[in-house]
């Protein structure tokens, strides 16, 4: 045997661990530069006007929703009803104004909830899933308008 090499093989070279960290630190400086560039372009401090439109309180109206009477699906012969008082918290009395011409689709919206609903779902929390879902529809139509909460004043399940 003989301890030449043979001419076909390259010779290992050294410096992979070089070329790792150089390729590390690389990958260090664009995460730092994505995350620099995310900065100032995605991270805006609040503008003087933003400033001061938030320094201003906001006021809100309450709006009476007359009480609406709907019968409920009771899956039986007898007929139960259920009879809701409720108010409206709106912001100012300008979008009071336009909330009030609203009302028919707010009624109407209570109308379809409650004759879907059956009696035992008015107990316990039923109460608090009805107004959430109310609330939510009540944004939903006067979309542009803020809305701030709904209260239920009397709800009377007969």
């Given at each position: 045997m003989t301890t030449e090499t043979p001419e076909n093989e390259t010779p290992v070279k050294?410096?992979?661990?070089?070329?790792?960290?150089?390729?590390?630190?690389l990958a260090c400086l664009l995460l730092a530069g994505g995350g620099a560039f995310a900065?100032?372009?995605?991270?805006?401090?609040?503008?003087?006007?933003?400033?001061?439109?938030?320094?201003?309180?906001?006021k809100?109206?309450?709006?009476?929703?007359?009480?609406?009477?709907?019968n409920l699906d009771s899956g039986s012969d007898r007929t139960r009803y259920v009879r809701i008082g409720a108010r409206l918290e709106v912001e100012?009395?300008?979008?009071?104004?336009?909330?009030?011409?609203?009302?028919?689709?707010?009624?109407d919206a209570f109308q379809t909830c409650l004759h879907g609903m059956q009696p035992s779902e008015l107990s316990g929390s039923g109460i608090?899933?009805?107004?959430?879902?109310?609330?939510?529809?009540?944004?939903?139509i006067?979309?542009?308008?803020?809305?701030?909460?709904?209260?239920?004043?009397?709800?009377?399940?007969q």
């Amino acid at each position: 045997m003989t301890t030449e090499t043979p001419e076909n093989e390259t010779p290992v070279k050294k410096g992979g661990k070089r070329k790792i960290i150089i390729l590390a630190v690389l990958a260090c400086l664009l995460l730092a530069g994505g995350g620099a560039f995310a900065w100032k372009h995605f991270h805006h401090a609040a503008t003087p006007a933003a400033k001061t439109a938030a320094a201003q309180p906001v006021k809100w109206t309450t709006i009476t929703i007359p009480t609406i009477l709907s019968n409920l699906d009771s899956g039986s012969d007898r007929t139960r009803y259920v009879r809701i008082g409720a108010r409206l918290e709106v912001e100012d009395g300008k979008n009071a104004e336009n909330v009030a011409a609203l009302m028919p689709q707010i009624q109407d919206a209570f109308q379809t909830c409650l004759h879907g609903m059956q009696p035992s779902e008015l107990s316990g929390s039923g109460i608090y899933r009805l107004r959430e879902t109310m609330l939510a529809q009540i944004i939903n139509i006067v979309a542009p308008l803020r809305v701030k909460d709904l209260f239920f004043v009397e709800v009377l399940v007969q």
